[in-house]
């Protein structure tokens, strides 16, 4: 799978990028990977390491402890799609659910026990390599057996961060700058319990003295106050998090860093290799904006497509959500979106 054919949408969450998987999914020349990097979360997978075809499938096996933690906690977010069904062979509870088979697999097929059985037989097979041609590998498998043309396109959220790292490893591949209106994004993280986890992470980090969740220790845990230790042991209340008072300008200011710093990696790409596309554009004007978008991905605009993307789109997300808080909250709000907002706007003004 030659990398000229892969393409990432990259954004911050929370701005339609999941609904853009699913209009991505509709078309049959393309194979579209839903939250593929952020299922798996070896950080060996995002490098040059040469990996053995079992090491290269256990990275993709093995389950995502934050994600079985909230399905067990009973707080899954929409975007998981296995623990929907309780008839499929794994569990958070028990075997743990394989990191691509939460959200990866199931855009794919009702039966993703049966995929991952299939790709573990061919997976585990693969020589030690590189792990950006085992990625190369799996896209090519995976086209193969969807009867794609050859298009492939990566889709997660909280994405922005890694264009940089993206790039290196596959360097041919097009980035697509998915993004929305910035109080609007904000105020949706406010509600979303991954995204809510995020500050209180930080808090606990800030409390215990040390860069990243990953350097914490039981020691650690120890010295946390009720209302943030049960965070890390695994078994929580979702009222914590949902219930725990955190100011809507916290989630403004997260985005607008996340903007800041993904548009000054993408401005670094090579010309011609990213794009940008708004969310308020393409439910204003689905047809022109997925033919410009199949354009670069390299795809027809083929008019089945755009029927049933336009049908699709007609039921998404909302517009403009933030202008029903207090005015004062608006405006908060809005400041603390206001640098994020203006590399948009630089942005708008350059040819990319």
């Known amino acids: 799978m030659p990398n000229e054919q892969l393409t990432f949408v990259v954004g911050t969450g929370r701005c339609g990028s999941t609904a853009l998987s699913a209009v991505v999914n509709l078309h049959p020349g393309i194979l579209s990977l839903n939250e593929l990097f952020a299922s798996v979360v070896d950080p060996v997978v995002l490098t040059e390491e040469p990996l053995s075809g079992p090491e290269f499938w256990g990275c993709l ?29 794994h569990s958070a509870a028990t075997t743990g659910i394989p990191a691509i088979s939460m959200m990866v697999l199931p855009h794919l097929t009702d039966d993703p026990d049966g995929l991952l059985d299939d790709l573990e037989r061919e997976i585990r097979a693969w020589p030690t390599r590189p792990a950006p041609l085992h990625w190369q590998a799996f896209f ?34 097009r980035f697509v700058h998915l993004h929305r209106d910035g109080p609007d994004c904000a105020l949706s993280m406010s509600r979303h319990i991954a995204f809510r986890m995020l500050p209180m ?33 695994g078994s929580y209340d979702p009222a914590l998090i949902m219930d725990r008072p955190i100011p809507l300008p916290v989630f403004g200011a997260m985005w607008s860093r996340w903007i800041v710093d993904g548009v000054r990696n993408l401005e670094e790409l090579p010309a011609g290799t990213h794009t940008a596309l708004s969310y308020e554009q393409l439910l204003d004007r689905p047809r022109e904006e997925l033919t410009r978008l199949a354009g670069f991905i390299g795809v027809e605009a083929r008019p089945d497509w755009l029927d049933a993307a336009v049908r699709l789109l007609d039921g998404a997300g909302r517009r403009g959500s933030a202008l029903r808080l207090d005015p004062v909250d608006l405006e908060a709000l809005r400041e603390s979106c206001a640098e994020g907002a203006a590399a948009l706007e630089g942005t708008a003004r350059r040819q990319w």
């Open 61 to 89: 096996a093995r389950p995502n402890p934050v994600s079985d933690s909230l399905v067990r906690n009973g707080a899954p977010p929409p975007e998981f799609l296995y623990n929907r069904h309780p008839e499929w062979r």
């Open 201 to 233: 992470l930080a808090e606990i980090t800030e409390h215990c003295g040390v860069d990243s969740p990953h350097e914490l220790t039981p020691e650690h845990f120890a010295r946390l106050p009720a209302d943030l230790a049960p965070l890390l042991t």
């Open 140 to 173: 090519a498998t995976l086209a193969e057996r969807f009867g794609t043309t050859g298009a492939v396109v990566e889709r997660s959220g909280l994405s922005l961060g890694r264009v940089g790292q993206l790039h290196a490893l596959f360097p041919q591949a």
